[in-house]
């Protein structure tokens, strides 16, 4: 029997001239086209995103990894917005370019493009939303901070399967590799065959060739981020964060020692942030005096 071959993922950004309507334009189109058979409204629909931004490498092999699965629908920043965890712009409008069919970008964060993508974009739920490919790590800590694991988060927020990818390998087959996972698990939960409630997955890529997959616990990874002043033309005092070095530990069984031992880690994140363990133990806060 001859193999079926992959439906074909055209994705290209074209430049164009910088338009003056308005000094956020994009100076870029992006071009998409998707097998004509996912015009069947039964077909599933996946959102992907990231917080690289549109013009990131990762999310064009992941768009194109998932194609073959249902409609791709992407939506994603207009530019990087790394770091800024779960944050919602709600104090600016958001805007949406449509940079072809599926393909839009959004001048707000990888949050808000879940939220605009599933409830305004897509009119109905997607089934599945996936984020990333993130350049560099989510690791520990690295998680609350996260553009890419955060819109993976806002997507269980609304009671859609999701998971996110990282990796800190940025060559061509390292992306791909991250993708054709991507493809096998989104293939599981589209199937019933993984189920994803009420739990976000954050997976992460070793440098190179992976030795294999590991079910990890978050690890440590502290920052210690370096804060720089400045002083700008007018003689104001401004400062910049730097990023800092991550100070790890790499115990046995979290996902800081998986990619530091040439590992796959997948580490599922809950939505419940509570203490128990402090709980049982916490005394008693009363009124009294106040």
Known sequence: ?????????????????????SPRAIDFQLVVEFPRRFNNRLMPRILVTNDDG????????????LSDL??????????????ISRAL?????????????DVHILDGTPTDCVLV??????????ALVVSGI????????????SGTVSAAIQGTLLNIPSFALSTIDMSEEAFRRAARLARKIAAEVLAGKRRLTETTLSINFPLGEPRGVLATRLGVRRYQPEILEKTDP?????????????????ERGTDVWAVKNGYVSVTPLMLDWTDRTFL???????????
């Open 1 to 21: 029997m001859a193999r079926r071959r992959h439906p074909t993922f055209q994705y290209s950004i074209i430049p164009l001239a910088p338009s003056t309507d």
């Open 54 to 65: 549109i013009h990131s490498d990762g999310i064009k092999f992941l768009a194109e990894a």
């Open 70 to 83: 249902g409609q791709v629908v992407v939506v994603a920043p207009d530019r990087e917005r790394s770091a």
């Open 89 to 101: 712009t709600l104090h600016l409008p958001l805007r949406i370019t449509r940079l072809g069919k």
């Open 117 to 126: 993508g599933a409830q305004f974009i897509m009119k109905r739920p997607p």
């Open 134 to 145: 993130n350049r560099g790590w989510n690791l520990g800590e690295d998680n609350a901070y």
């Open 234 to 250: 007018r003689g104001r005092k401004y400062y910049w964060i730097g990023d800092g070095k991550p100070a790890d530990r790499p």
């Open 280 to 290: 049982k133990r916490m005394k008693p806060i009363t009124l009294d005096g106040v």
